[in-house]
C-alpha cells in the first residue's frame, strides 16, 4: 500500500474520463487549489449527500479559488446519470481500475459487518496552484464533511478565507 499523502508532497498527476467522457487531468488545474475527494460509490446515500454538500459549496469554494474534483471507481455512464440526478457541476472523474485512487492512498483494506476486503477510502486531498499536497485527509466522514474541510481551511460560509488562524495556527 502507498503511503498516505503529506502536505508538501507531489500530488500524483491524473488523466481520467469525466461523466460526458472526455479526460480531465490534474494539470489542467495547475495555478489553481484543487480539491480531489475520493467517494465508494455514485448513488449511494453517503456519496450522495458528500456531493451534494459540495455542489451547494461550490460558488463559495470557487470564489476562494479553490476547484472541485470527484473521483470514484463508477463507470463514466453511472456518473452521468449521478450528475444528471443531483445536478452536479464540477466533475465527476471515472478511476474504474482505482490507479488514482492507490496512488493517493484512498484504496486499501477495509473492514465492514466483521469483513475485510480492499476498496475505496473515503478521502480528501486539497492540492495547491503549484501541484503540491496542502491538506490530505483519510476515512472521512460523508455528513459533515464538506462543512468540516472549509473549517480546515479557513473559510468563511461566504467563501472568503477568515482572518482567523487555525486552531494550533502562528502569525509569522
Known amino acids: 500500500m502507498v503511503e498516505r499523502l503529506i502536505p508538501g508532497d507531489a500530488a500524483p498527476e491524473f488523466t481520467l474520463k469525466n ?3 472526455a479526460d480531465v487531468s490534474l ?3 495547475r495555478g489553481r487549489s484543487t480539491i480531489v475527494y475520493f467517494y465508494p460509490a455514485a448513488a449511494t446515500p453517503g456519496c450522495t449527500k458528500q456531493a451534494c454538500d459540495f455542489r451547494d459549496s461550490l460558488a463559495s469554494l470557487q470564489a476562494s479559488g479553490y476547484e472541485v474534483l470527484g473521483i470514484s471507481p463508477d463507470p463514466v455512464s453511472k456518473l452521468a446519470k449521478f450528475a444528471a440526478a443531483q445536478g452536479l457541476t464540477f466533475p465527476l472523474l471515472s478511476d474504474d481500475s482505482h490507479a488514482v485512487a492507490e496512488a493517493y492512498a484512498a484504496w486499501g483494506e477495509k473492514k465492514n459487518y466483521g469483513r ?6 473515503r478521502s480528501t486531498v486539497v492540492v495547491d496552484p503549484d501541484g503540491k499536497v496542502s491538506l490530505a485527509q483519510y476515512n472521512v466522514r460523508a455528513t459533515g464533511h464538506v462543512a468540516k474541510l472549509r473549517r480546515d481551511l479557513n473559510l468563511t460560509e461566504t467563501g472568503s478565507r477568515s ?3 487555525p ?3 502562528t502569525a509569522d
Not at 116 to 121: C, D, P
Open 19 to 21: 461523466s460526458e467522457g
Open 116 to 121: 475485510t476486503y480492499e476498496g475505496l477510502i
Open 167 to 169: 486552531a494550533g495556527g
Open 163 to 165: 482572518d482567523t488562524l
Open 27 to 29: 494539470s489542467d488545474f
